[in-house]
């Protein structure tokens, strides 16, 4: 399939609600993109980039309101939702079902963003506020910043959206809130302080 134009967003939204993998703008990198709830659909996505069937795959989001139904307890994001959309990665924990592994870890958490991206979050939105993203590059290699990046890698297959050149930036502020207190996973560009939270 070609490449799709902005004004043809709604087609890879209904490539996604059928099960089918997606290259999608974020407001960092481009990422592959599949249905959380679908085994199917996440196996696909894990089997195009060549990655181990157990790593985390983070999940975007259009809304707390959209994941909530997802989670243990929403109100753990109370404290850091301010910071979104943005560059930060809040694992949670999830309630049994809905989503399926490894979005889902073996130890039952989640780890939750909002991307600072319009056209992003409106292909999230489309397909229920909740989409399984992992950066759009195969396994060990750069991710894509752009449409014609995804394209060369993965090739004609799969389905792009194109959203402009990506700036690269620094991955997002990892903290987990599973503990008594929050605690950074990964150092990004929402600081410890800011978080209130346990460096790493």
């Not at 985390?56 to 809304?63: Q, R």
């Not at 600081?191 to 939270?197: C, I, P």
């Amino acid at each position: 399939m070609p490449i799709l134009t902005p004004d043809r967003t709604a087609e890879a939204i209904a490539h996604l609600l059928a099960g089918g993998v997606a290259a999608i703008p974020t407001d960092t990198v481009y990422g592959l993109a599949a249905l959380a709830t679908s085994v199917e659909a996440v196996g696909a996505l894990i089997d195009l980039k060549g990655r181990e069937q157990q790593q985390p795959i983070a999940v975007l989001v259009d809304s707390v309101e959209a994941v909530a139904p997802y989670l243990e307890a929403a109100s753990a994001l109370d404290g850091v939702a301010r910071f979104w959309p943005g560059a930060l990665t809040a694992v949670v924990l999830a309630r049994p079902g809905g989503l399926v592994p490894p979005v889902v870890t073996e130890s039952a958490t989640i780890g939750v963003r909002m991307p600072d991206d319009d056209l992003a979050r409106a292909v999230i939105r489309g397909c229920g506020g909740v989409l399984a993203v992992t950066s759009a590059n195969r396994h060990g290699e750069p991710a894509a910043t752009s449409a014609e990046e995804c394209a060369a890698a993965f090739g004609d297959a799969l389905v792009v959206l194109d959203g402009g050149t990506r700036n690269g930036t620094a991955p997002s502020t990892v903290v987990d809130l599973t503990g008594p207190r929050p605690r950074i996973l990964r150092a990004g560009p929402i600081s410890a302080a800011d978080l209130g939270a346990e460096e790493a």
